[in-house]
């Protein structure tokens, strides 16, 4: 902590109290975690009894494995771990938070769980109400289960602090590579997610959507999930050709299928259209220009024959414009391919495990063999799964 004795603030706490204290000043707001030296803390631990005495004689290259000796083993090393575990995973988390960018928490809604692959159970209608003559009796109706499965996946890093960063008092590179740690692990939890409500992955057996424990493409492209617009669809054939993303028209296109094709399940008559707004449009990275003009403009322009109006747009404000370049990245027909819906209805985020930090003592291996004093291991476990079909439609932009 800045300005104040370290060594003479843990005798006079304790190793319990001083640690306490730090957590309350952190949790607080009153000291930041960047504030705290980890050569000031290893030294007045007793992890670094010699470090003063032959720093002056240190180059810059020397080897510093025997400097990190234990003065006074047990107590004070064990508070510089615990104390150096809390600041190091509170770097992890800030860099796992700094969601700048990123868009993966809008498309998904989270879902704990304590379980792996289970079930998320739905109904089907197979008898709609009917109409009751005064007098009379209700009709019977029954439902038929039905349900998906989801499927998760444990995601992780390991970071090494070496001997060095600490003898050497390079606080902020050891904070630098917590916190790109932390931000490396969220990014790849956001490709996950985007990659899975594009189901970029189903062509190689890798599928958002299980129906019944089996996976299943989710965006058909014959149309039979009442959600793809675009070549191929003989369950819609008014719809069975690319539309591009070019202006509103475009839009409306895809927002008049979802009124007229999108429909429910039921079995006993005319399956009827689903009451479902779309709240998002998402597009590649090549598309968003486009997207948030089409979105944002005041006014568009309608051409009768040679005449041109200038009228209010019909799309303005109606849905939030999201972009990834996680969608560029599938390459080929991906980049001009676009979504529109509300995505969130749609997909969920199993979470097993919110992310998590461990920090392993200099005791390990890796000590011995690369001068390893720490390692930081940051994970979680979750997966993305698609709880239907009718809540967000693809579009063959090609």
Not at 75 to 89: M, R, S, Y
Not at 108 to 117: F, I
Not at 302 to 321: F, H, I, K, S
Not at 333 to 340: C, E, H, K, T
Request: proline content about 4%; hydrophobic content about 35%.
């Amino acid at each position: 902590m800045p300005h104040v004795n370290l060594s003479m603030l843990i005798e006079s706490l304790g190793p319990m109290g001083f640690y306490d204290r730090v957590c309350s000043l952190l949790n607080e707001g009153q000291l930041s975690s960047d504030e705290v030296s980890y050569y000031e803390l290893a030294d007045a631990c007793g992890v670094l009894p010699r470090l003063r005495s032959m720093n002056e004689s240190l180059s810059p290259t020397a080897h510093v494995s025997a400097l990190l000796s234990e003065a006074n083993p047990g107590v004070g090393t064990n508070l510089f771990q615990v104390v150096t575990a809390e600041l190091i995973g509170r770097q992890v988390i800030a860099g796992y938070e700094d969601s700048t960018g990123f868009i993966g928490d809008k498309l998904v809604t989270v879902m704990a769980s304590k379980l792996r692959n289970q079930k998320i159970a739905g109904f089907k209608a197979l008898a709609g109400p009917t109409d009751v003559p005064e007098g009379h009796s209700y009709e019977e109706s029954s439902f038929e289960d039905k349900y998906v499965t989801t499927e998760e996946t444990k995601q992780g890093r390991i970071l090494s602090i070496n001997e060095e960063l600490i003898a050497f008092d390079q606080t902020g590179e050891i904070n630098r590579r917590a916190r790109a740690l932390g931000y490396y692990l969220r990014q790849e939890r956001e490709r996950t997610i985007v990659r899975a409500v594009t189901d970029a992955d189903a062509g190689s057996g890798k599928y958002v959507y299980r129906p019944s424990g089996s996976g299943t493409s989710l965006y058909k492209t014959d149309g039979s999930h009442r959600n793809w617009i675009g070549a191929g669809n003989t369950t819609s054939t008014d719809f069975d050709a690319a539309v591009p993303l070019v202006d509103w028209t475009d839009v409306e296109t895809a927002m008049y299928y979802r009124a007229t094709e999108v429909v429910d399940d039921r079995v006993d008559g005319t399956p009827r259209p689903i009451v479902a707004p779309v709240r998002q449009l998402l597009v590649p990275e090549a598309l968003r220009g486009t997207a948030h003009s089409i979105v944002n403009s005041t006014e568009v322009t309608m051409t009768d024959g040679d005449n041109q109006t200038r009228v209010a747009n019909p799309v303005q404000g109606l849905v939030e414009v999201l972009s990834s370049p996680f969608i560029d990245e599938q390459g080929g027909q991906a980049a001009s391919d676009w979504y529109i819906g509300d995505f969130r209805k749609q997909f969920v985020w199993s979470e097993i495990w919110p992310v998590q930090t461990f920090l392993q003592r200099g005791d390990s291996a890796a000590a011995f063999e690369r001068d390893v004093v720490l390692r930081v291991k940051v994970r979680h476990y979750g997966g993305v799964s698609a709880v239907d079909t009718a809540f967000v439609t693809k579009v063959d932009g090609a």
